[in-house]
C-alpha cells in the first residue's frame, strides 16, 4: 500500500496562499497536506515529499531553494508566481526546481503536476525492495559524561554487529574531532577523515559520504573518521554537523555517533538530531555522579530527553562497586543493555588491530560480542 504524501506550502502572501490550500483541499486522499508554514526550517525537519513555494521576489526564491534541496534532496519544488519571467524561472529550473507556474493562469497545470507527481512517488515507492524507508535514516548516539566508560568500544562494535546482522547501510561518525578513536577498534587506518566533507557540506551527498567514508573489511560498515586534529576540529562547527547527519539520513538507514565526553556545540547538536541517545554507564560511583551531573545539565540546557535516552551498563563484572538495582533506583531512565567486563579478548581484538566481529552467523564469539549480537537483535526487532 502506499503511504502518504506530503505536501508543504510556503508562501509569503496570505492570499497567494489561502488559493492554494483550497487547490490541495482537492488533492487524492493519500496526500496529506502541511500547514501553511512561514517557517521553513520547520517545513525542512518534516521533510515534505513536496513542496509549494510562492514568492515574489524570485532572487530569495532561488536561494530558498537550493538551500532546501541540501539539506532534503528528494523533495519535489514546485515555484509559484503572479508574474511570469523567463530568466527567473530558467534560473529556477537549474537550481533544481521541478517546475514553475505563473498563476492563476497556470492553476489547473499545477493541479494536474501535484497530482501526477503524488502518483509517481508511489510507483517509485512500490518499486523500492529495500524495507527501509528513504530519507529516514535513524540517528543512534553513544554518549557518556564520564570517559573511559566504553562509549567508542561499544558504538564501533554496536555499529559493526548491526551491519553484519541486518541488510540495513550503517555509518558510524566518530565525532571525537580532536581524538578520535572509533579506527582503533575497527583496525581501521585513517586515511580521510570527515573534516574532508568541509569544502562540500553545502551541497554533500551520499556520493561525497561514500568517497570519504572508510569500509571496515569484514562487515562493510561505512566510517567517517575523526580529524584528530585539534586546529581542523575547530572549523568544523554545530551547522557543519547537522547538515552531515540530515545528508547521512538520506544515504542510511543507520546513523551511529561516538561522542567525546566533553560538552560542546557539535555534542549538542548531535544529540539534539539523535533519535536515541545511549548514554554509558559502569557500576561505580564516578559514572553515577557523572550522570545526574548530566542529566541537570541536558535539563537545563532544554535537551528533551523523555524516550530518547536509554542506559548501557558496561563493565560489569563481581568486583562492581555498585549494583543494577542502585542504578535503578536513582536513575529514571531505562537500562537498555547490560554488558560484561571482557578485557582479555576487548584487549586482544585492539592488539592485534582486529574488531570484535568478522563475519555473519559466527560460531565462536566472545562473551562481549555475543551479548551485543544480542542486543542489536532486540533493537532491529
Ligand atoms: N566491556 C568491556 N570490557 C573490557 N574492556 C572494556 C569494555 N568496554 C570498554 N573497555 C575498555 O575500556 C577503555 C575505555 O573504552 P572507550 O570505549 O575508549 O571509552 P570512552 O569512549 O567512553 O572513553 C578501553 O581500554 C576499552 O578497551
Ligand atoms: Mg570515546
Do not use: C
Not at 537500562?335 to 552467523?361: F, Y
Request: charged content about 25%; proline content about 3%.
Amino acid at each position: 500500500m502506499a503511504t502518504m504524501k506530503t505536501i508543504a506550502l510556503l508562501a509569503a502572501d496570505t492570499e497567494l496562499a489561502q488559493s492554494l490550500e483550497q487547490l490541495l483541499e482537492g488533492l487524492p486522499e493519500e496526500t496529506r497536506f502541511q500547514h501553511a508554514q512561514e517557517d521553513l526550517r520547520e517545513i525542512q525537519r518534516n521533510q515534505p515529499d513536496i513542496l509549494i513555494l510562492g514568492s515574489a521576489h524570485h532572487e530569495t526564491a532561488i536561494e530558498t531553494v537550493q538551500q532546501f534541496l541540501t539539506l532534503n534532496p528528494s523533495t519535489v519544488i514546485f515555484y509559484v508566481s503572479e508574474r511570469s519571467d523567463f530568466y527567473g524561472m530558467r534560473e529556477m529550473m537549474r537550481v533544481g526546481a521541478a517546475d514553475y507556474f505563473v498563476l492563476p493562469d497556470e492553476y489547473p497545470l499545477l493541479e494536474s503536476a501535484l497530482e501526477k507527481t503524488v502518483r509517481l512517488l508511489n510507483q517509485q515507492e512500490q518499486a523500492a525492495v529495500p524495507s527501509f524507508k528513504k530519507g529516514r535514516g535513524k540517528v543512534l548516539a553513544f554518549y557518556s559524561g564520564k570517559g573511559g566508560s566504553g562509549t567508542t568500544l561499544l558504538a564501533a562494535s554496536f555499529a559493526q554487529t548491526l551491519r553484519l546482522e541486518s541488510t540495513a547501510r550503517v555509518l558510524l561518525i566518530d565525532l571525537n574531532m580532536q581524538y578520535g578513536g572509533a579506527e582503533y577498534y575497527l583496525g581501521l587506518e585513517s586515511v580521510r577523515s570527515l573534516a574532508d566533507l568541509q569544502p562540500v557540506i553545502e551541497e554533500v551527498n551520499e556520493g561525497h559520504l561514500r568517497n570519504v567514508a572508510q569500509t571496515e573489511k569484514y562487515s562493510g560498515l561505512e566510517v567517517l573518521l575523526s580529524p584528530r586534529d585539534a586546529e581542523m576540529a575547530e572549523q568544523l562547527n554545530d551547522e557543519f554537523v547537522a547538515k552531515l547527519l540530515r545528508a547521512s539520513r538520506l544515504s542510511y538507514d543507520y546513523i551511529i555517533l561516538d561522542l567525546p565526553s566533553n560538552m560542546n556545540a557539535i555534542n549538542l547538536a548531535a544529540l539534539e538530531e539523535a533519535d536515541r541517545i545511549y548514554y554509558v554507564m559502569n557500576l561505580d560511583t564516578p559514572s553515577l555522579r557523572t550522570y545526574k551531573s548530566v542529566e541537570s545539565l541536558f535539563l537545563r540546557l532544554n535537551l528533551h530527553l523523555e524516550d530518547r535516552l536509554e542506559i548501557l551498563i558496561n563493565k560489569k563484572s563481581r568486583e562492581n562497586e555498585i549494583t543494577i538495582q542502585d542504578i535503578k533506583s536513582l536513575v529514571e531512565q531505562p537500562i537498555s543493555v547490560e554488558l560484561i567486563r571482557d578485557e582479555r579478548n576487548v584487549q586482544k581484538a585492539v592488539n592485534m588491530g582486529e574488531p570484535l566481529r568478522k563475519e555473519v552467523n559466527e560460531k565462536k564469539l566472545v562473551p562481549l560480542a555475543r551479548e551485543i549480537r544480542k542486543w542489536v537483535a532486540a533493537v532491529i526487532e
